[in-house]
């Protein structure tokens, strides 16, 4: 059963409704593409919010904040005698090796994975001829004495993940559903596989905010749930204890634990994920921050919390605010991402509606494109010979559950509105970081299609497509 965490306002907890807002303010003004924030002090929720179309039911992308609950899924196991810390990794899968793996892959044990200091100069890559991803991590070359050197290496977390498995026959997220997830309530979540069937381990898990939160919680009380002792107390102050010590900049450099990285503010340690998965605890504070988000700069979110919130923090109760409260509430109840402005319709929408334009060749897979105008504007693409079929909302987001990468990502919500001639469609696939802006500009019987991604793994990408009438 989900249970619920009770709820307090900022104020009883000691924490200024005025900071909160600020952080609101400085999130807008910075253009900080938060998707979903929940803040917990002394165990109660006493802010949370969801910037339209994102919401609260919804899983997210964690992208490598996973690396923690699979360390966590490390520490269960441990708990339970199924593994040591000294276990050497070549131990659990002598099937795999052929010949005798390097020197250092002989050596390298389960804490020097946890800490990323396996000893590579270069992250292994996660592939292989035969899908077996182990095998490409175990014949792998270590040039230095493992744990001597940090690098950033999910290979290794998904070999923990691997090992997880192996000693319990489940994978990660499974192992971790009785132990962690249902004692806390964590019921909507879903983790990528590897070709060998794997939980990825690295990457690939998604969850909501909310969930997020909790697993926060979890570890600002040690392992303590609900009166329950669900991990021992003392791996968690080793998990997120500095293990290693990385060369960074700023929070990047403040060194780093089994899967949690330390963070230039005293005691603060964090979970960590690509485009701005956060899960922030702060012991000293008694307060934990859950973010979902679709930023290129992770230092900015951090930066934002040091500067503005945790200044806001007092050890007692303050003095109530009502009026501070009451613009607090109606902010966080109207979060959203601004859909496109402009006029619902035109000569143009009337012309083109319901035209079918063959697109030039192009990366992401779209071959047709049609849009329709009318009571109920929709647009129809094929992608890869699949059709696909997304309402659009004017001056509101519409979601449908046919996205343009279905198999994984469901969920994209549409807005769009004609300006100055062209057809401006934003994109936003909800589970994920990630939204496209469209520009469509029609001459005759031609289509120049604009697609810009603020947000990709290099950086912003502007792609553009010339369609033609069939």
């Given amino acids: 059963m989900e249970q619920a965490m009770s709820r307090a306002l ?63 899924a490390i ?18 899968f002598p099937e795999l090796l052929k010949a005798p793996p390097c020197p250092g892959m002989e050596t390298l044990c389960l804490r020097d994975m946890l800490r990323m200091s396996t000893g590579h100069t270069a992250e292994p890559p ?111 102050d080793e998990a997120s204890s500095l293990q290693a010590q990385n060369f960074g900049e700023k929070d990047w450099g403040a060194g780093y634990g089994y899967q949690f990285w330390r963070c230039t503010q005293e005691d603060v340690y964090r979970g960590d994920g690509a485009f701005g998965q956060l899960c922030v605890i702060c012991p000293r504070q008694d307060m934990v921050i859950a973010v ?32 501070a409260q009451a613009e607090l509430e109606r902010r966080l ?25 063959e697109l030039s060749d192009n990366k992401l897979g779209i071959e047709r494109l049609s849009l329709t105008f009318g009571d109920a504007p929709s647009l129809t693409l094929t992608v890869k010979g699949e059709e696909q079929h997304f309402p659009i909302g004017y001056g509101a987001w519409l979601t449908t559950d046919n996205g343009l990468s279905r198999e994984k990502y469901p969920r994209t919500s549409c807005a769009g509105a004609w300006k100055g001639g062209a057809y401006l469609l934003d994109l936003i696939h909800s589970s ?14 031609a289509l120049i299609l604009t697609i810009t991604c603020t947000l990709t793994w290099d950086g912003p990408m502007v792609t553009r497509l010339i369609g033609r009438c069939v």
């Fill in 292 to 323: 979902n988000a679709g930023v290129n700069d992770i230092q900015q979110e951090l930066s934002a919390f040091w500067d503005v919130l945790l200044p806001g923090v007092a050890e007692e109760p303050l003095p109530a605010d009502p009026q």
């Fill in 126 to 236: 996660l592939d292989s001829k035969d899908g077996d991803w182990r095998k490409t991590f175990l014949t792998s070359y270590l040039e230095l004495e493992p744990g001597s050197r940090f690098l950033y290496n999910t290979a290794a977390t998904y070999m923990l993940s691997a090992v997880i498995q192996k000693v319990t026959g489940l994978q990660t997220g499974e192992y971790l559903r009785p132990r962690l997830f249902e004692p806390l309530g964590i019921r909507d979540w879903w983790w990528e596989v590897c070709p060998q069937g794997i939980h990825t381990g690295g990457f690939g898990l998604n969850l909501r905010t909310s969930d997020l939160a909790k697993f926060g919680q979890f570890l600002l009380q040690r392992g303590m749930w609900e009166g329950r002792q669900l991990l021992n107390p003392e791996w968690i």
């Fill in 75 to 92: 520490g269960f196991a441990v708990q339970e005698g199924l593994l040591s810390l000294s276990d050497k990794l070549a131990s659990f």
């Fill in 10 to 72: 900022p104020a009883e907890m000691g924490v200024d409704p005025k900071a909160i807002l600020s952080l609101l303010d400085l999130i807008e003004k910075e253009k900080i593409g938060l998707h979903g924030l929940t803040i917990l002090r002394h165990g109660k929720i006493i802010a949370e919010g969801w910037w339209e179309p994102y919401g609260p039911e919804q899983v997210h992308m964690l992208f490598s904040l996973s690396k923690s609950f699979t360390s966590t």
């Fill in 333 to 357: 109840a109207a979060l959203r991402f601004a859909p496109p402005e402009g006029m619902a319709s035109c000569e143009t929408a009337q012309q083109i509606s319901g035209t079918v334009y």
């Fill in 432 to 445: 994920t970081p990630f939204m496209e802006h469209w520009k469509l500009e029609f001459d005759e019987n």
